[in-house]
C-alpha cells in the first residue's frame, strides 16, 4: 500500500476514534427559571440559602451564574458558596468566589438586580440531585445582598433545614458528557474502514 493511501486510512480511524470518545462542551447543566423582580429576594449575606438542582448525566461543574439585588450603587464582590449532597452540604466541594456582576433591570423597591457569576470551579459529578449553598455574600459598601426568589423548579431552604422557601434564580455551568455512542455506531465505523481499505487495495492492484 502507498504511504498517502495508508495515512488516509489512518487519519480516518484516528477521526472515527475520537468521534466515539465522549465529547465535553460547556454548557449550561441546570437551570432554575428566569429573574422574576416582583416577588421577593433573600438575604445571603447574613444568612445561608441552599438550593437544589439536578443534572441528567455526568458533568464537570465549572461555575454559577445567579440573580442578585443589591442597593442602589453597591456592587457585589465575594461569595461563600458549596455544593453537596443534601441541603447546606459542602461534601463535594466548597470555598470563597469573586464575582463578576452585569447590570440587569431596576427591580421592586427601586433594588437594582445584577445577573452575578462565579467561575473556576471543577467538580466532576454523576447524575442526580445535589443542592448548592451561598452564604457571606459581600459588597462593596458593606450592605446585604439578596438572592432573586423566582419560584422556579427547585426545592429551598434558609438558614435551617425544614424551613423551606420560595426557590433561587440560577444556573449551573459546566461540561456535560455526551451519551457514549451505541454498539451500532462502532460497527458502522469499523465497516466504513474495512470497506475503504478494500477500495483503496483494489485502486492500488489495478
Known amino acids: 500500500m ?7 486510512v489512518f487519519i480516518l480511524g484516528f477521526a472515527g476514534a475520537l468521534a466515539a470518545v465522549p465529547a465535553m462542551a460547556a454548557t449550561v447543566l441546570y437551570s432554575n427559571g428566569p429573574t422574576n423582580d416582583s416577588i421577593d429576594a433573600i438575604n445571603f449575606t447574613n444568612f445561608p440559602v441552599t438550593d437544589s438542582f439536578v443534572l441528567s448525566r455526568s458533568s464537570t461543574v465549572t461555575g454559577v451564574s445567579f440573580d442578585a439585588w443589591l442597593y442602589p450603587g ?3 464582590s465575594q461569595v461563600d458558596w458549596s455544593i ?14 469573586a ?3 452585569v447590570f440587569k433591570e431596576t427591580g421592586l423597591f427601586t433594588y437594582e438586580i445584577y445577573t452575578e457569576s462565579i467561575s473556576g470551579l471543577d467538580l466532576p459529578l454523576g447524575a442526580g440531585t445535589y443542592w448548592l449553598t451561598f452564604r457571606n455574600a459581600t459588597t462593596t459598601n458593606g450592605d446585604a445582598a439578596f438572592w432573586d426568589e423566582n419560584n422556579g423548579p427547585s426545592t429551598a431552604f434558609f438558614q435551617i433545614p425544614g424551613l423551606a422557601i420560595t426557590s433561587e434564580t440560577f444556573q449551573i455551568l459546566g461540561e456535560s458528557e455526551s451519551p457514549i455512542p451505541e454498539p451500532s455506531s462502532f460497527l458502522l465505523l469499523g465497516s466504513g474502514l474495512v470497506g475503504l481499505a478494500g477500495l483503496i487495495k483494489r485502486k492500488l492492484a489495478a
Do not use: E, I, V
Open 2 to 8: 502507498k504511504r498517502s493511501s495508508f495515512l488516509s
Open 74 to 76: 453597591d456592587t457585589m
Open 84 to 97: 453537596g449532597t443534601s441541603a447546606f452540604d459542602s461534601s463535594l466541594g466548597s470555598g470563597t468566589a
Open 99 to 101: 464575582t463578576t456582576g
